[in-house]
């Protein structure tokens, strides 16, 4: 469930990792949803904005380590490798949102998510048929809840070592997803999850499943050592991923199967 910035920079050295100069916290404007428990934010908008041109948004929903009120650790260290997506978007010419909302807690409140999405709305021209949510650890979880709570907000779902109630997965099911994870994680069990009624990763693609979705799946043998539960710039740099999701629409997914990454390896 804790998304460690410094054993994240130590893996990236290790495993040789690094990206190469992309987008920094220094690229992303400040600002905060209104009301006493609006969130602040971190978004990214492409300059010059395209005339007369809606764009997709992705939300992406940090893990616990990043959870405070600087409004910037949720960006920093490439935001955990999820700054990949944004990356890739801008080298294939993609013009983009992309926001990165901060909690103050562990865990994440799906009302103060939606608030965050609804003034990106109001202020910057979004494609709301092309909303777009994913989270790392309790993110992913975060994810999960939000979409729960907001079925009909949301063209795909990407989370990463998660896990979430079954309860409710049903309402989602018709939900593109992609979801991520490491057989051996090290922190949100595959299988068990967060050891109660929250369940990993397996279960809940199989109850996806069981109700008429179809989410495409990585299950990683092994994630990095130390750390195996720290997936997220390997996932996140997967080369099919930024184009499957940019394809979903909301309430008209995309009828292409899911693409040949999405595999346990």
Known sequence: ??????????????????RAAGVTPADFLAARAPGVSGLPYRIYVPMPLPAHTRLP????????????A??????????????????????AHIPVLFAAPQSPT??????????????????WPVDRGRVYLTGLSSGASGA????????????ALV??????????????????????????????NVVTGYGGAMLG??????ALRAAGGRPCYTEYRHGPWPAPHVIWPEAYDTPALLDWLLAQRRGKPSPQPCPPDAHSR
């Open 106 to 123: 562990e865990t994440w409140n799906p009302r103060q998510v939606m608030g965050v999405i609804r003034a990106i709305e109001a202020r």
């Open 159 to 188: 989370p990463m070592t998660g896990a979430t109630e079954l309860k409710g997965l049903a309402r989602i099911a018709r939900i593109p997803e992609w979801i991520f994870a490491a057989a051996d994680d090290n922190d949100t």
């Open 57 to 68: 948004l992705i939300v992406f929903l940090h893990g616990s380590d990043q959870a405070g």
């Open 144 to 155: 999960w809840a939000t979409a729960k709570a907001y079925p009909h907000a949301f063209a």
């Open 201 to 206: 990763s397996r279960p809940v693609v199989a």
């Open 70 to 91: 600087d409004n910037l650790a949720q960006i920093k260290y490439d935001a955990n490798g999820a700054l990949e997506l944004l990356d890739n978007a801008i080298a």
């Open 1 to 18: 469930m804790r998304a460690c910035c410094c054993l994240l920079l130590c893996l990236l050295a290790v495993l040789g990792t690094a």
